[in-house]
């Protein structure tokens, strides 16, 4: 059945499932920590309810929402037309891009200097779906976490992991023993919250509340908490 209307999920806990682990991915108490899991806490507070987070990653996100577990998907979640097919989304709370991480004593240069290497990424995530098509020259090492695939760069298992460009610079930023390529991220795409199929009053909730998290300089800041950088402007405008 359809989720209730807001007004009704008042009375229960909202599930929200926490993104795949990302460094720093937990806090000192073991919950989830980062840039959704906050934007998790506001949703929940303007709910007023008690926020319940379930693991996911990403080939479970999907089947999370369909059995009812989750009443929204937080988690990094890339709006492609074909997702759309089977989940509905909301308008974008944040934009991103790909691009490479690598050890510092790395050769890797350029885009082009991926051929040949081993690349890690998180399974079924649209890093994957990069990978596969557009550098068959690599070898794909998929993983099913980001944090598993970042720490196979740094034990050297692969050459380098494709991540979103917040979470390159953040681990940049964080490890000395790592590098990036200074150029335009790779497939720029709109990240949003996925809900089960069939409940307008709910997405239309969540696209207010995204708005309104927008307008108050609420979800700036907590972009810039997490990314030391400022909330791309193709969100913060609309």
Known sequence: PPHPPP????????????????????????????????????????????????????????????????????????????????VDFTIPYVASGALPLFRKDSPIKSIADLKGKKVSVARGSTNDTLMTKQFPGTTVVRFDTIADAIQAVKSGKVDAVMEGFATVSKAVAEDSSLAALDVEPISPALISMGVKQGDQTWLNYLNNFIRNLNSSGQNAAIYTKWFNADLPAVIAYQ
């Open 7 to 86: 007004a009704t999920r008042r009375a229960r806990p909202l599930g929200v499932p926490p993104p795949p682990p990302r460094p720093p991915p937990h806090t000192a108490r073991g919950d989830p920590a980062g840039n959704e899991p906050d934007s998790a806490k506001k949703l929940a507070a303007a709910l007023g309810v008690k926020l319940k987070m379930v693991n996911t990653d990403g080939t479970s996100r999907k089947p999370v929402l369909d059995s009812n577990r989750v009443d929204v998907d937080i988690d990094a979640f890339t709006a492609t037309d074909e997702r759309a097919k089977a």
